[in-house]
């Protein structure tokens, strides 16, 4: 059957289609099966990289340490100091103050945020420790060159 307009409904229906030129036919899911096995590596590839970049902390917790440096912060300079979404950032800050680790603070037309470091750690392995304990270990890095504990000091108690 040799068709001279668009496909025909038979040749649409059983992933055929001819090209004019050469008058040859060709399967579409042959060219189907090479974008997905393109798709795929290019997918594996990409997962391989996302695997060797792993963090430790969730964005959550940065999103939390985020607003301990600065209680005044723009969600906007927030997500770009993080590498994530503004959209992002606002989900994870109304899952921090639903959980009620932050409260928010309506300022005019900003928010304020306030961080409630005597709630516990969700997770059941840490849920005896408060959040503080997180915010003191990553907020050191802020203090003056003076206000660090040397290592050979014993910490007083």
Do not use: C
């Amino acid at each position: 059957m040799i068709d001279n307009g668009p496909l025909s409904m038979r040749a649409a229906t059983s992933h055929q289609f001819r090209k004019k030129i050469t008058g040859k036919t060709f399967r579409l899911t042959s060219f189907v099966r090479q974008d997905r096995l393109r798709y795929t590596r290019q997918t594996m590839d990409n997962a391989a990289d996302r695997r060797s970049a792993w963090t430790f902390l969730t964005n959550h917790a940065r999103v939390l340490l985020a607003v301990a440096a600065d209680p005044h912060v723009r969600m906007r300079d927030m997500a770009a100091k993080i590498g994530i979404t503004e959209r992002a950032a606002q989900g994870i800050v109304a899952d921090l103050v639903e959980a009620g680790y932050l409260e928010r603070i309506r300022v005019g037309r900003r928010n304020h945020y306030q961080i409630r470091p005597d709630q516990h750690f969700r997770h059941p392995a840490e849920a005896d420790m408060p959040v503080q304990v997180l915010i003191d270990m990553f907020t050191h890095r802020d203090l003056p060159s003076g206000g660090l504990r040397k290592a050979s000091e014993p910490v007083l108690t």
